[in-house]
């Protein structure tokens, strides 16, 4: 087809495409794993795998072991410091030295009470990849049965395949299949 006259074909218009917009993968930067790590740690929400279950307990534990190894270090160093300077509190009849169990036990409340809190973050989410609510925690106060169902249920039983009402799977496995396959 010619163009009006002047002998040449029309040239195409160049319509305007909407490109999209490429995303560019970036790797998680240290804040994104703290975040990630503190969501972990510290969210009662969601679930989480066996694997990130004992890697982030037995982490936590050490982690704690390694942390209380240091200020029981410390506070022994201070302590030696102290007796070594005669460093005393109380009134002219009643001297006693300055007691480093009493800081030891007040750095040391905090510190478990954080472990607790850990411990509890990671088993709630391992109940809700098994389908079950948080008081499952619970089953923990019961001596020795209580224990072992936990540990097994917790800690050797995979979670629920798919999504389930505590969110996806964190595997990243979708809804298990409903339809029948006939092989005939």
Not at 66 to 73: E, N, P, S, W
Request: overall charge positive.
């Amino acid at each position: 087809m010619l163009a009006r006259g002047y002998g040449i074909a029309p040239q195409p218009q160049a319509t305007p495409r909407h490109t999209p917009q490429t995303s560019v993968q970036t790797s998680p930067g240290p804040m994104d794993s703290l975040g990630t790590l503190a969501r972990l740690l510290f969210s009662f929400n969601g679930r989480i795998r066996r694997r990130d279950y004992w890697l982030a307990g037995v982490g936590a534990y050490f982690g704690a072991g390694f942390l209380f190894f240091c200020l029981l270090m410390v506070v022994t160093v201070w302590a030696m410091i102290q007796c070594r300077c005669g460093y005393t509190i109380g009134t002219a009849g009643q001297e006693a030295k300055i007691v480093p169990p009493m800081l030891t036990l007040s750095l040391y409340l905090p510190f478990w009470a954080t472990l607790i809190w850990i411990n509890l973050a990671l088993q709630i989410k391992r109940w809700h990849d098994r389908d079950k609510p948080w008081p499952w925690v619970f089953l923990g106060l019961v001596p020795i049965l209580g224990w072992i169902w936990e540990h097994v249920e917790c800690g050797f039983l995979d979670g629920t395949a798919g999504p389930n009402r505590f969110g996806p799977s964190p595997k990243g496995l979708a809804e298990p299949s409903t339809t029948a396959m006939w092989v005939g």
